[in-house]
């Protein structure tokens, strides 16, 4: 039985909590959380004992789930690393561009991949399915990923790239199997308030992409389309019944991001916990964080300057080859 411990109970340490929970072969030990209220309701839905101290949790587990804030994974996962344990961490990889540099380094000097990033999308299986016919079409000229939010909250460009587009950046990285190498960024801004946000990017494979945020949508929507040199894969929304009803014809969007991707957050555990089992890390790798969040300050610079921006990535270690999918 492998032994979890989840750092942090929000929305995504909550849904990773359960998903252990249900799964065979694995047990949540702890849940870590300074909110002792949320602590504690999590840990007795899933028969874990609760601490507020995260560092205390890796301390006495087999493996770790970490979804804590964002500015707190750089220190769990040297903890994690230092003992060795494998790690589910989930996106953004670290805060900022300096602590993923750090992270590179320091699970390169251990010797072996423990980390998997939870960019999620690469076990969704409209997704799979775009990945799948691309392998028989030839170089991918062109990826275009379009993702609504409704989220009311305003947000800087900075705070939409990093937690929301860095899930397209991974998506475009991983279809085309290629690095961006330059980005530039469009934002439209409405009474102070980041609406949308357009990204056209080149590719180290001398295509391109284009990701296109709406930060301000009616509904929840993720989708991807890919031109190839022998065809093009389109993942569109999944099909709604439509309604005709008073002399009009609808479909329900839902404005939740969490229901679309349940199944996919299931998939990404069972994943995780087979590679603890096996001792062998698939999946995202903390390269591929690293990579992602060199986008998001060139995209960044990008916003500011008016101009496109060179995405600057060190050189590759052998641990890591190509874009982990
Ligand atoms: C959220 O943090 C996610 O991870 C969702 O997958 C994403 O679609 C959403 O935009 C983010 O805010």
Redo the contacts with the bound molecule.
Sequence with gaps: MIRVAVVGVGGMGACHARHIHDLAGAEVCWVADPDEQAGRALACDVGACWTSDGFAAIADCDAVVIASPDRFHAGYLDAALAAELAVLCEKPLTADLADAQRIVAHEVSVGRRLVQVGFMRVYDERHIQVSEALTSLGPVNHVRCV?R?TRAEARTVRRILV??II?DIHTVRWLAQAEIVEVMTTAVQRAGQTRFVLLACRLGNDGVATIEFDDAAAGYE?SVEVSAEHGNVLASEPNRALVRHAGSVSALIGDD?FAP?LETYRLEMRAWLNSVTSSNATGPTVWDGYAAQAVVEAAVASEQSGHPEAVHLDDQPSLYSGVAR
Excluded: I, R
């Design positions: 993702h939010n937690e929301s899930h993720v991001w991707f």
